[in-house]
């Protein structure tokens, strides 16, 4: 039995945990102390680039990585705290700033220092009305005890954070889409290159991270690089000579939920299968696995043969998933891959921000295909083709063999590929979420495509037995690259 | 100068040029909606896919492939690589505009870009002139597996000339971007959200209007539109592109001079469209232009030449009209005739004019008469100028040349007039109020001769009226306030017997025993540059389309 191992969350139900005084008792701001005292910025930098901590808001990018590429020379430059937590099935930010604000204040103060940044933006989710009341009482508490302002606890650093409530769209939550809305403008993606690293808010250089992100910066400088990247697997990544390590260190916070006895935020260590978080939750409510989506609803689906997959941003995207926001929805055997479909596909549609021909188009045709498909209104046909061989008559000439052609299948596929293609991994798109729509149209798809076939034929939802509904690994490419792993390996 | 592979050419481009246009430099055509010279760019259109080539990550140095991601030509700009950055050590991009996965890419995204469209081309104006056809017949599929209910989201009034079919929008924002930006004006916005995007002006909860796109520039919405979701009202219905003949030339509603392209058939000028030029107008021209040229068509305009019997005015034929002005001309002294020419004419007009006053009735007396100041509209990226003629400069610089560079205006041209027996006024203007000095002074003069093209209160004061062309009916050339020497060009024929004004004037010299023998506007031009101070390349020839400036 996998135990939890809490970091982040250690104090979390600590009662008025929120409040300056409790924080102090339990270390707080101790690690900010320390990286001042004992650090200069360049090293902070270096330390969270040992460290091996990718970002938790979805891409895994590098954090040390991001900071590096950050231009020293231009000033002001910007601190975002990336808090729109709004991906389907993730929730592990939102216990942080209700409960915790001053954890996540240490780590932008700590990221500050690091980077000479002076002024912080924290944009949050505006359905976060108590988690932005505590996270402003917390900020209105650290300026009254010094941390927060001009020349921080006598040490000539200044930092300013404010808090910005978003108006609840999903596109803000992608980084650009945060800045143009922090700017006061209509929420929507900047064409990169040039990355908010370079041109961010207000065309200034800007760090943007998410708060798990940021609330691993404190437990990274107050326990050291070496604690710290004992916990997680590390692959190395052969296509480099010699192997390039690829980090998963540190712990994740997993939002389990769907068909488990106990959903919930668990914290664990990065590297972990399905079964075993399954097993963390409560176990499965339900007789078998149907299908689990590993990081929040634009993640590909992993299938009941995938269980074994490790749960971990290399591991997943050998699996041609993804770790995400690390929202994992477990469903069991009652559930209808093409209801789910239809269900993820109008939140998409209905949030797509309309910048882009691809996406503002292809979203709402993407959603009205799997409608038709579930309402039994999905296109099939029987078409016969010349086959030839040893026919009836025991001649040789046409067999006739007919064969069934799902029209909407097809046309589902193609066109959620026309978006962004999820096999060679492009997307005709501004932002990454032409990507989020195709994912999951095609892989669950491709990978239940016997549901998606039966619901055709009968013109009605039909929920068959996960043996059934699965299209087992050897049949689909979508599997492929799982079973050969060519280019990392375990070191 | 940036080294590029293009395709298979190689090509040099300056630094900072996009691939869109660098290509377009090089007659290859990467299609786009979104992006416009004279905008910014958010890329959003996704048409202008191209593919990058660099170095492989992970591969031996020195490897180089296409990018893993498509990039929009618009945004991407080449610029000179450090040597050490070359690719294949001599290039400084590498750059497909015609691959196997950019011709997807087009093909897809043009299939997005038709989900909704209502396909009404057979009742839409801007079929023949739409880059969705254009695009769809060079890059697109040739049918749609688009089955599902299409959006329709309601036409719209946007302001006094601009309707918005909603349907056809393909939401490219390049009106936003121009309300924002070139105008400054913003009344255009986006309203909704995803695939019910629509462009909007601001509007009360009941759909009432709380601002309309009534600014100066609104027209150039209409032209930018990629497609035919802007329409200009003024055009609705008229004519079908393909069976108008173009012509380019100047605008004549102001001092600014922008360069315009008269679009007409034989029956009449249909529309005017702004044409490029970097210094002057760049790509736009203000609405008092575009929709000014009204007069031109007009039922009224004065097709035979006028002259006063017992106080009405009898439609004569030209013969008998140049024939009462000879005599009364060859009655008076040189100094009780007044010649006034017209900044509304071209310099060949005015250059015959003077050559008339001065060699043939040796007058010194010349005028120059103009539309009333007006008023001046400066946008971040436009000015209208105060100064409705569009030959003011021109016109003072030649009738000048004749005469010391003494030309009359104001006041005391009005006060030679009042004082004149004769007064030969070459006026063209379209709603010329006058002012009661004026009118007194025209008042006073015992014969007047007008040369005009509509009936005006001037020509009621008139003892001869001679009708006269505008500028959509001659070759000549203007110059503008800032010295910018440009031609207009003939685009139909005058209404009845109106003949071009240096014709008239000349006819009238020949008459007196002047020797005046131009066939052409270019003819007068070629003596302009001969004998007009700074006129010196202003020939016909030299100036082309794209226009001289003239040495400060």
Known sequence: ?491 | MAFVKLNDLEIEVEDGTNIVEAARQHGIEVPHYCYHPGLTRPANCRMCLIETYGPIPGAPPGTIGPARQLATGCTTTVRTAPPDRKLDDKYDAIVQTDSPRVKKAREDVLEFLLVHHPLDCPVCDQAGECDLQDYSYRHGHDKSRYIEVKNVPPKKDLGPDVLLYSTRCVVCTRCIRFAEEVSGTGELGLVHRGSHDEIDIPRSHEGVPLQVLDNKLAGNVVDICPVGALISKDFLFKSRPWFMEKANSVCSGCSVGCNITVEYKVDGVYRLKPRFHEDINQHWMCDDGRLGYHYVNSDDRLQLPLKRVDDEFTPTHWADALAVITEKLSEVEAEDIVVIGSAQGTNEDNYVLQQFAHDVLKTTQLGLFGQLLGEEHKFPQFTIEADKNPNTAGARTILGSANGNVVLEGDTLWEKVSGAKVVYLVSGLPERPLEDAEKAALESVDFLIVQDILPSEITQLADVVLPGTTFAEKDGTFTNSTGWVQRIRKTIDPPGEARVDWEITQQLAKQLGGEMNYHFAGEIALAISENVAGYGDATHQKIGDAGIKLAE
């Open chain 1, 1 to 491: 039995m996998v135990e939890e191992r809490r970091i982040l969350y250690e104090h979390l139900d600590v009662p008025d945990i929120n409040t300056f005084d409790v924080f102090r008792q339990y270390d707080g701001y101790t690690r900010f102390e320390k990286a001042i005292a004992e650090y200069q910025p360049e090293d902070i930098a270096k330390m969270v680039l040992d460290s091996g901590l990718k970002g938790r808001g979805g891409a895994g990018f590098s954090t040390g990585e991001k900071w590096s590429f950050v231009p020293k020379d231009i000033k002001p430059c910007y601190l975002c705290c990336n808090a729109d937590e709004s991906e389907p099935g993730t929730f592990s930010n939102r216990y942080v700033l209700e409960k915790n604000p001053h954890l996540l204040i240490e780590g932008i103060l700590i990221c500050c220092y690091a980077m000479g940044i002076e002024t912080t933006y924290i944009y949050i989710r505006g359905e976060f009305t108590l988690g932005k009341k505590m996270l402003d009482a917390a900020i209105k508490e650290a300026y009254e005890q010094g941390y927060l302002g001009k020349d921080i606890r006598g040490t000539g650093l200044n930092v300013d954070i404010y808090s910005h409530p978003g108006a609840g769209a999903y596109i803000c939550g992608e980084e650009t889409g945060l800045i143009e809305s922090l700017e006061g403008k209509r929420g929507q993606p900047r064409n990169k290159p040039p990355f908010p690293a370079v041109e961010g808010v207000f065309r200034k250089p800007t760090v943007v991270q998410n708060v798990e992100t940021l609330c691993n910066l404190p437990f990274i400088i107050g326990n050291g690089v070496e604690w710290y990247t004992q916990m997680g697997p590390t692959y190395a990544d052969t296509r480099f000579d010699p192997p390039k390590p690829d980090a998963n260190t540190g712990t994740k916070l997993y939002c389990i939920s769907g068909d488990v006895n106990e959903p919930g935020v668990y914290e664990l260590d990065l590297g972990l299968t399905s079964t075993e978080l399954i097993e963390v939750a409560g176990g499965l409510r339900g007789e078998e696995v149907k299908a689990v989506i590993p990081g929040g609803s634009s993640a590909p689906i992993l299938t009941h043969y995938e269980l074994d997959t490790r749960l971990d941003f290399t591991s997943l995207t050998l699996a041609k998933s993804m770790l995400g926001s690390g929202g994992i929805i477990v469903m069991n055997e009652t559930r209808n891959i093409v209801d789910c479909l239809l269900n993820i596909m109008k939140f998409y549609a209905h949030e797509s921000c309309g910048q882009c021909t691809p996406c503002r188009w292809g979203t709402p045709w993407v959603r009205d295909i799997v409608q038709r498909i579930a309402d039994g209104d999905g296109r099939k046909d029987t078409i016969t083709r010349p086959k030839f061989g040893v026919a009836e008559n025991g001649r040789w000439g046409d067999t006739g063999e007919t064969e069934e052609i799902y029209e909407d299948l097809d046309l589902l596929e193609s066109v959620a590929n026309n978006i962004a293609n999820v096999d060679t991994m492009t997307w005709n798109t501004i932002c990454v979420f032409g990507i989020a729509v195709s994912w999951p149209a095609v892989s669950y798809m491709r990978k239940f495509r016997p549901e998606f076939e039966a619901t055709i034929r009968e013109g009605k939802l039909v929920t068959l037995p996960v043996a059934e509904a699965t299209v087992p690994p050897e049949e689909n490419y979508a599997y492929q690259q799982r079973f050969v792993p060519k280019e990392f390996a375990d070191l």
